[in-house]
């Protein structure tokens, strides 16, 4: 389900709902015909739920809570095994970090509302797991490039303008530094991890029923310059920097993160800087030259 209907053929056996994931309607229905498994992806994300906090609480908490609440329902009357709900948590839990090496127990501090909701939430699907009322898999997230170019809200955006505009030929100004960290990871990678979050035994999950994944630190400049090699663009021609310090603060100073369990129980990250790149390339969709020439 989706707030907007999917463009395109249907494909047949697939059944869409249009509206809030806590639409009764689409409650009722998890109710008559519970699902094996949930893909939870949808949230308020972190710029725009500072700007709309109102916004931010319904759809990352309220919702949320109405959402599981729907889900278990079944599973209190018997009539249904708990379904495993792959949550997609967030690095924002962890708010600014340090310089250090972090591992897979750093603790949650979070600094933006979108990663006090994150938290929020993975502490309620370990309550319901614990429960038996659901079967539930947090993974928190770093920054999955490349988003669509028309989306808005991340304070981390940047990581995915990148992308799309170097690769069209398109100028962009980016609000950190050449030297800023970030931890990155492809939407190929993504979406293997999610994958295996649904696959996982419930045998294997942390009392937390959390992941943090193995993500990849790399500079900004470094990847700029591995989407300059694999393009073939001269990027000094359409890029310019004028970093912003508090989205530095939250998204440019990652350092290395060790995640020994994770990788373990079998979740993968993107290996190099360049392996990555060509991943996001690849699933990019084709450049509109015709619109290139038109906002150049």
Request: with cysteine; hydrophobic share 45%; charged share 20%.
């Amino acid at each position: 389900m989706d707030r907007t209907a999917p463009t395109g053929a249907q494909v047949p056996g697939v059944r869409w709902h249009v509206g809030s994931f806590a639409d009764p309607a689409l409650l009722q229905a998890l109710h008559n015909d519970p699902p094996d498994c949930v893909f939870h992806l949808a949230s308020v994300p972190g710029a725009l739920a500072e700007r709309e906090p109102a916004l931010g609480v319904q759809a990352n908490l309220l919702d949320t809570v109405a959402l599981l609440e729907g889900l278990a329902g079944p599973v209190r009357e018997k009539i249904a095994s708990a379904p495993r709900l792959v949550f997609a948590s967030s690095v924002a839990v962890y708010g600014e970090v340090g310089p250090d090496p972090m591992t897979e127990d750093h603790p949650p501090r979070p600094t933006l509302s979108y990663g006090t909701h994150k938290w929020a939430t993975e502490l309620l699907l370990a309550d319901y797991s614990r429960r038996g009322e659901l079967d539930a898999c947090s993974l928190r997230l770093p920054g999955v490039v490349a988003r669509p170019v028309s989306e808005s809200g991340h304070g981390s955006a940047f990581m995915s303008q990148i992308f799309h505009a170097l690769s069209a030929g398109r100028p962009y100004v980016c609000p950190v530094s050449p030297q800023a960290t970030a931890w990155w990871m492809s939407l190929e990678r993504c979406l293997d991890n999610l994958l295996l979050g649904a696959r996982l035994p419930a045998s294997a999950m942390p009392a937390s029923r959390c992941w943090q994944l193995p993500v990849l630190q790399a500079s900004v400049d470094a990847v700029v310059k591995a989407i300059a090699q694999q393009t073939g663009r001269d990027i000094t021609t359409y890029l310019r920097y004028a970093p912003d310090a508090r989205t530095e603060a939250l998204f440019g100073r990652q350092p290395t993160v060790h995640a020994a369990s994770a990788q373990a129980a079998g979740f993968v990250d993107d290996e190099s800087v360049q392996a990555m790149v060509a991943r996001v390339l690849a699933s990019l969709p084709p450049v509109d030259s015709a619109a290139d020439a038109r906002t150049a």
